[in-house]
């Protein structure tokens, strides 16, 4: 079964604090990996969308790595601010569909208190 | 949020009644979807459509419909036959198939009571 799974599932940090979280997925066949910033009722905004033949990519504090062979995937944040606080959701683009279905995490939710 | 809009950000409903959500783009993507996110959940595919005058059903597409007559909106009606039709709703595009970056609107948050 083509899954994701998050860890943890909630954290909290103080600000300037650096944190990682870890995502695990099953899809195969693999397209492509996104992870994404949910603020609170807000829409989801990409942070970095990588293929199978990259295995770092960043977007300013922000870190993602890819591990194609164990399927593990993490985001590390670095000095983390307040404004960092939301849910980072990892999705995996792939599965038996020629459409590169997604298939979506259930999600971290970060906090950072000053 | 990009270029998609939705509207209302908030929206009360009675039980029984039909509610229609508005998804608007002006990034000329091809595809547009529908995902429903409760608390806890990954968000789920409720419809997508890949082109003007086609659609096709997610993972949850019982008790929705939609409809794409402009490559611009895609418009999702929450009819009565939804069990449990409280949510957060978010509709997002993208220049072709799910393969591609996917560009999410504000949400609307549906409250039946």
């Known amino acids: 079964k083509n899954q994701v799974e998050q860890s943890p599932q909630s954290l909290i940090i103080l600000e300037g604090k650096n944190c990682t979280l870890q995502?695990?997925?099953?899809?195969?066949?693999?397209?492509?990996l996104r992870w994404y910033k949910q603020d609170t009722g807000r829409g989801p905004v990409s942070l970095t969308i990588?293929?199978?033949?990259?295995n770092t990519k960043s977007n300013g504090r922000y870190t993602a790595t890819l591990d194609a062979d164990t399927k593990q995937s993490s985001l590390h944040i670095t000095a983390s601010q307040l404004s960092d606080s939301a849910s980072y959701i990892c999705?995996?683009?792939?599965?038996?569909?020629?459409?590169?279905?997604?298939?979506f995490g259930q999600g971290t939710t970060l906090q950072v208190k000053p | 949020d990009g270029g998609i809009t939705q509207s209302p950000k908030y929206l009360f409903r009675k039980e029984g009644q039909n509610v229609t959500l508005s998804c608007e783009q002006n990034?000329?993507?091809?595809?547009m979807y529908w995902y429903r996110q409760d608390p806890g959940q990954g968000l789920r595919l409720i419809y997508y459509?890949?082109?003007?005058?086609?659609?096709q059903k997610g993972d949850i597409a019982e008790g929705y419909s939609v409809s794409r007559e402009k490559k611009e909106s895609f418009p999702l009606t929450v009819t009565s036959a939804q069990k449990n039709p409280t949510a957060f709703y978010l509709c997002?595009?993208?220049?072709?198939?799910?393969?591609?970056?996917?560009?999410f609107g504000p949400g609307t948050r549906l409250t039946v009571t």
């Open positions: 997002a595009s993208s220049v072709g198939t799910q393969r591609y970056e996917q560009y």
């Open positions: 995502c695990n997925y099953t899809v195969s066949p693999f397209s492509n």
């Open positions: 990588m293929t199978f033949s990259e």
């Open positions: 999705v995996v683009s792939g599965g038996s569909s020629n459409t590169g279905k997604l298939i």
């Open positions: 990034l000329n993507h091809d595809a």
């Open positions: 459509s890949q082109i003007v005058n086609d659609f």
